[in-house]
C-alpha cells in the first residue's frame, strides 16, 4: 500500500495498517524481569532523531523514508517532545475556536453535506506544519526471531510511518496508543523508520480541546519484541455481589502465536498476597476462565486493595515464554432505581478536579515525577476523583490511580467545541460529529481505543464519551458502545444538557459544566432523571474558588448528587527565559505572539504551573476532607 | 520635656501639624497631607507618605469576567484622587478646630495631654461623591486607635474593598500575625486555620495575571518586622516592630510590596518592579473572590461590599518598646 496524502482531508481514514487496541498490559519474558522492572522485550526509540521542519505540506521533503535519502542537513530533535517546545514551530494557546481562526475559512467534510469534501483542506493548506522524523535504529540481539512491533504512545495529530522505505501504517488520534507491526520489513543491521507528523487533518476538527496546541510525536516511542505465544489482550471482569462479600472473577485472555502444546499458568493473589487461584490450562487463541470468590477484599478510595493477576506462558517443553502482571480490583458501582450512586454501598461522592497533562517544561510530555507529584497532592488534599481531561492520559497514571484509590472518570478524545459554540453561544450549524455517517467510525474507534486500553483499571468509574462535542447520532452511538462492552461502569457526556433532543438516549448522569448550586438544587428538587454530576466547576482560574461551601452541602441535601471535578488540577503556562531580565517566568496563552488566542484562559489550576498549591488548595482540601465518603 | 510626665503624651502644636510624642514614639498628624505624615517608634520611621483609603483591589479574573471592575471603575479613581477635605483636632475632649497660628501662639513648648483625637474627612473622587473620615486617637504610652467610617450614598457601584494602606518607606524582613492560615477570603476561609504564622518577605501569590492577592481574614493581631531604613544616619540593622491589633472586630489584612493599582496593570508578574516598599493594608470589608465561572457569574451576594450603606470599621497600632 502507499500513503496517501489526502486521507488527511477526509474523516473516514483515521487507521491505516493500524493493529487492533489492546489492553495496556506489558509482557515480560520471565518473572524476574518483573521484579527488576524491565522487560527485555521491550527497547525505547526515545532519545535523539534527525528531524526536518517543513511548514506546509507543499514544502516537505519527498521520498524522505528512502533508505538512500540523505538525513545529513536535518536538525536534532528530542522524542518525546513537541515540536513547537522546541522552536521549531510557533506555540499557540487557543480554547474553543479552531486554532485558524480569522486566519483560513474551514468547515469540517460532510457538516454542510454529503458533497461538500473539501478536497486539500488539509493537505494543500498553508498553516499545516510538518515534522518529517528519521530515526535508525538495530534492533537489541535478543530480539532476534520475534516478530517486531513499534508503539507510538502519543503523536499529534496524524502521522504516517515506514520502515526501510515502505509504508507501514497512517494514525489520527493523538492521545491513543498507535501499535503497527513491522516484522516484514524488518532488516539485518540498520533500519530506517521515517515518521511524518502533521499537525493538521481532519482530526483537528475533533481536538479541538482548550489547551496549548501542539504538534508531534510528544509520548514514548517504543519497539516490541513479540513473544513466540504472545498475550495480546487481557480482559478481566471482576464482578461484586450484592451482599458486598462474595465475588466472580471471570478472565478473558487472547492469545497469539504457535500454540501447540502451549499452556497458560493463570494465578492470582490476593491483597494479603496468598493465592486465591492457581489454574493451569490448554492455550487457546482465546482463553475464558471464572471463579468464585467467597470473601473478596474491595477496592475503594479509602482502600485501594489490589489484587495481583499472574499469567505465564510455557511453550512445548515447559520453558516459559512469556509473562503477564497485572493488578485489578473488585468494586460494586451501582446506580439504583432512585438515580443513588454507591461504590460498595456507600453513596459515591467525587471530591473530583480535572487534570489535563501538563508541564510547565513539557506541556503535554508529562515526566513520571511530574505524575507522582500529583498523586501526593491529590492524596494531600482529599481529592479522590479525577477526570482525565479531556482525552486519554498517559498509560502509567492509571495503575496510578488504580494504587492511590483515585476514582476516573476516562475521557474519550473528542472535542468539536468551535464547531457548536462561538463565543459563548449554542450555535450547531456546522456541528461534527453529531449524526453525520462520515464522522461516525472515527469517533467510534477512538471509544473502543479507550476501552481497549484501559477496560482493566478498578479505578474508571466512567466512560466519557468526550467533551464540549454538542449531541447526534454519532455521540450516542459512542455510548451505546460503551454500554455493549461493559456493565460494570457508568457513561458520561455533558452534551445531553446543551440540546435535551439525546438525552434519554446517552449518558447515565446529569452532567453540566458551572451550574450554579441553585440551578443544581433545582435540578435535583425536581424529579430528576438522573443523578447529578459537575464534570466541569469551580472555575480556579486565577484568584478564584470562592463559595465551595455552597457546592458540597448539596451532599447533604441530596442522595442524588455525586459532586464533580474542579475546573481544573493545573495551570497551563511554560517557563520561558525572560527576554529582558534572563529569569525563567512563566508564561501563558498569547505570550508566544500567537493570535487570536484566549490568554491567560489556560491557567485555572489549583496548582500553578510549576505545581506549586495555590491558596485557594486549603479550601478545597478543608471540604473535599469534610465530605470524604 | 517634663520628664516627671512620662505618661502623658508631649504635643507639638505646629503649623502645618501636629506632633505626638512619647518616650519611644513621635508621631505626625499633617494638616496638609490628609493624615498622619510620621509614624516613628524607637527611631525607624514606618510612613513613606500619609496613609491612604483603598477601595480599589487588583482585577481578579473573576471579576474581570463578570464585568465588575467595569461597573466599579469609579472606585479605582477614588483609590488614587481621593483627597481630605479638612481636619479638625481634638485634644482631652476639647474641640480645637485647625489650632495653626495665631491660634496656637498661647501654646508653650511643654504641652501635654492624655489623650488626642484627629479627624480628616474625605470626599471620595466618585460621582456622587460621599464621606469618609478617618479618625486618628492617641492615648497613653501612645496607643494609635484609628477609626474609618464610610457614609453609604445611594447611586455608588458595590465597592471592590475598604482600607486603610500603609505604604512603608522600605521592605519589610516580614511579618507574622495571628488569624488565619492561607490567603483567605470572606467566601474562602473555612479551611483557614485559626494560629499565630510567620511569613518570611512579602512574598506574592504568582497568579499568571498579578490580581488581587496575600488576603488574610479574620486577623487579631499583627507585626511587620523591618531592619532597613531610608534614614542616611541611621547605620542600625536592628529589626524594628509595628504591631496592629484589633480593638472591636478582627481585621483583614495584605502586606505586599504593591498597591492594587501598581498590580492592576501588570500581565505577568515579571512587569511589577522591584520591590522597594511595603504596603499594608487593613481591611474593614472584603468583597468575596467567588468561583462559579470566570465569565459572567458574580459574587455570591454575601460577600458584595454596598456602597450605599455605612461601613466602619477599626483597629490600634501599638509602639511597641
Redesign the interface.
Known sequence: MTAKLEWLDDPTVFRVGKLPAHSDHTVYRSAAEITQGESSLISSLDGTWRFHFAKTPAERLLNFEDVNFNTENFDDIQVPGHIELQNFGQIQYINTLYPWEGKIYRRPPYALGPDKTYPGIFSEASDNTVGQYVKTFTLPENFSGHDVHIQFDGVEEAMYIWLNGQFIGYSEDSFSRAEFDLTPYLVAGENKLAVEVFKYSTAAFIEDQDMFRFSGIFRSVNLIAIPQVNVVDVHLKPVVAADLHSGDLSIGLTLAGDLTDTTAQITVNNPRGETVLDRTVTAEQHIQLSEAFDDVALWSHRQPDLYELMITIFDSDKQIVAVVPYNFGFRRLVKDDDNRVTINGVLLHLNGVNRHEWSPVGGRNVTLDEMETDIEIFKENNINAVRTSHYPNQIPWYGMCDEAGIYMMAETNLESHGSWQKM?AVEPSYNIPGSIPEWLDVVLDRAKSNFEQFKNHPSILFWSLGNESYTGDNTVAMDQYFKSVDDSRLTHYEGIFQNRVDEDRMSDVESRM?A??ADIKDYLSNNPKKPYLNCE??????????????YVQLYDEFDTYLGGFIWDYI?Q?LYVT?E??G?Q????GG?FDERHSDY?????GIV??NR?P???I??????YGRYDN | MDATITNQLQIVYGDGSLGVQGENFHYLFSYEKGGLESLNVNGKEWLYRVPKLTFWRAT???DR?SHFSTKSAAWFGADMFTEATSVTVNVDGKELGLPIAPENNRFSANEHADSVSLTYTFLTATTPETTVKVIYTVVANGQLNIQVDYTGKAGLPELPTLGLRFVMPTVADGYSYAGL????????????QIGTYEVSGLPL?????P???GMHMQTSSLTVSRSTSLNNADTSTEVGLLTFKQLNEPFAFSALPYTAIEIENA????ELPVSRRTVVTIYGEVR????????G?D??PP?HISAETDHTFDFTIQPTK
Open positions: 459563548g458551572y450554579s448550586p466547576y469551580m472555575h480556579s482560574m486565577g484568584n478564584s474558588v470562592g463559595g465551595f461551601d455552597e495551570d503556562a525572560d529582558v531580565t529569569k517566568v512563566l508564561r501563558y505570550d491567560e484562559f489556560s491557567g485555572d500553578f504551573a506549586q495555590k491558596p485557594a486549603q479550601e478545597v482540601s478543608y471540604y | 481578579t479574573d473573576n469576567g492560615s492561607g490567603e483567605t477570603y470572606p467566601d474562602r476561609m473555612t479551611g483557614g501569590t504568582p497568579y499568571i495575571v490580581q488581587e492577592m500581565t505577568h508578574i515579571e468575596g473572590v467567588g468561583g462559579i465561572d470566570s465569565w457569574t459574587v455570591q460577600y
